[in-house]
């Protein structure tokens, strides 16, 4: 009787739109091709970090207050940074988004004028292309566990 | 018939300055049975590609260089040279706070998809612009879809009383529940234009 009722209570399983299926499954699929499509973009990035690096004087590793980069390669940086916290996650790699997310909220908070902001914002740099090149995609595991941690990233 | 097949007649424009975003929703609208997908990649042109044709819905990104999503949004429903400002649309963005989504609501936009976007979402999206259509109101400083889309009859009877256009059947229906309540209450309510939905 208890069996019963339960069972009575229970509700119908609802149906999977077919359309959603196919679509999840092409969101499947171009998460597989993300690391491709994104390449030359993370290139961009990469080489708009570098000319940011570059701005750095001579003696900032020393432990000096390093320039702040120019307007316009900031401005850059946070749009292309922004361009992957939109694009990542729906592509299956919410890492990704997480820290290009996270350079942007270091530059708007003028991280790019201290050597320690720069420094956190290349290692979520570096993070996001090790991310995208070893194909981490959801939460990345135990592998993407490690490399935030040995990039001191939390 | 499956839910999403009744998108086959329907027709969108996806407006990102994204590629890959641009890409992802094109694919996601293809299989979700959407029949015709445009995209472009400004806010300048989707006004240019609105002159030549109109599409069922729209899927705005909200940050775009130049106009922005919402100052497209609000073009489409205020200016005078728009040729459907009536036409849905669905604000996408990364900003899935209070500020955003009230500014997004504010500039008459109809769905919020929050990225990052998946097919269901945007299927909701889609049905509830298909679905369950919200009557367009005008105020002094608003013309877009009615803002208070749950408990419709309940905020009714709380909403401000101010300047009206009434803008579809069931506006019409509020603003007939608006003079009612004057009838029976006394409050002050000044209605001063009062249109068929044509603009």
Redesign the interface.
């Known amino acids: 009787m208890a069996t019963m009722s339960k069972r009575r209570r229970q509700k119908p399983k609802a149906s999977v739109?077919?359309?959603?299926t196919?679509?999840?499954?092409?969101?499947a699929e171009?998460r597989d091709r993300y690391p491709a499509?994104?390449s030359s973009?993370l290139k961009r990035l990469i080489a708009c970090w570098a000319i940011i690096h570059a701005e750095t004087p001579a003696g900032a590793e020393d432990g000096q207050e390093r320039d702040p980069p120019s307007q316009a390669n900031r401005e850059e940086l946070y749009?292309m940074s922004?361009?992957f916290?939109?694009?990542a996650?729906?592509?299956g790699y919410?890492l990704v988004?997480m820290l290009a997310?996270s350079v942007c909220q270091l530059i708007k908070k003028g991280a790019l004028e201290t050597s320690a902001g720069r420094s956190a914002v290349g290692r979520r740099i570096k993070a996001m292309q090790l991310v995208i090149n070893e194909r981490l995609s959801g939460d990345g595991g135990e592998r993407a566990k490690k490399i935030l941690a040995e990039l001191r990233i939390r | 018939m499956?839910?999403?097949?009744k998108y086959g007649a329907l027709s969108a424009l996806v407006i990102d300055d994204?590629e890959?975003?641009r890409?992802?929703l094109k694919?996601?609208l293809r299989?979700?049975?959407v029949g015709t997908i445009h995209a472009v990649a400004s806010a300048k042109e989707a006004i240019k590609f609105l002159r030549t044709c109109l599409p069922d819905v729209l899927l705005v990104?909200w940050?775009m260089?130049g106009m922005t999503g919402i100052e497209l949004a609000w073009h489409i429903r205020n200016s005078h040279d728009s040729l459907n400002p009536y036409i849905p649309i669905i604000m996408v963005t990364?900003h899935g706070d209070k500020e955003t989504v009230v500014a997004a609501r504010d500039a008459g936009v109809n769905e919020f998809l929050v990225?990052?976007?998946?097919?269901?979402a945007?299927?909701e999206r889609l049905s509830s612009i298909v679905d369950h259509p919200r009557p367009f109101v005008r105020t002094k400083s608003y013309f877009g879809p009615d803002r208070r889309r749950q408990n419709i009859a309940r905020k009714r009877r709380e909403r401000r009383q101010g300047d009206i256009e009434v803008t579809t059947p069931e506006a019409i229906e509020y603003f007939v529940s608006l003079v009612r309540a004057k009838m029976a209450d006394g409050p002050v309510i000044r209605v001063h234009k009062l249109a068929t939905g044509d603009r």
């Open positions: 739109d077919p359309a959603i196919r679509a999840d499954a092409l969101v171009l499509l994104v973009e749009r922004h361009d916290k939109g694009h996650g729906s592509y919410p988004s997310g | 499956r839910e999403t097949d994204n890959h975003m890409v992802l694919s996601l299989a979700l049975g990104d940050m260089e990364g990225k990052p976007v998946s097919a269901q945007l299927a």
